[in-house]
């Protein structure tokens, strides 16, 4: 088995492990959290203004993902060229990355994991 494979593999364990991470960290907060009376009542009393920016944050946010990739793609383009849907991939991955760090450190290193 050559390098670059052997490092293509665990690059995908690493990722792997990744979302398994984000996901229990997320379940954990989720099962922790106790403040849902209030997180309820807020959206039982939300009016019309507030209900049109949530509507708005969830319709812009396929605007901000296409448009953070094609960021992603276009300063990545002398290093190595890649695909919109490449670049779409490690956005997401770097959403995790960011998740799971303090301070959204883990957004731009958990990115470069995609590469073999």
Not at 2 to 13: G, Y
Not at 51 to 79: G, Q, T, V
Request: aromatic share 18%; glycine share 4%.
């Amino acid at each position: 088995m050559s390098s670059r494979s052997q490092r293509h593999i665990a690059l995908r364990i690493f990722n792997i492990l990744l979302f398994i991470a984000a996901y229990a960290y997320l379940t954990y907060v989720l099962v922790t959290f106790d403040h849902y009376d209030e997180l309820f009542s807020h959206f039982r009393n939300a009016g019309p203004l507030e209900w049109s920016c949530l509507i708005a944050c969830f319709a812009l946010f396929p605007a901000n993902i296409y448009l953070e990739a094609w960021k992603w793609r276009y300063l990545l383009k002398d290093i190595e060229p890649i695909s919109m849907a490449e670049s779409q991939k490690q956005v997401y991955l770097g959403f995790v990355g960011a998740f799971l760090t303090p301070e959204r450190l883990g957004d731009y290193p958990a990115r470069v994991t995609r590469f073999s």
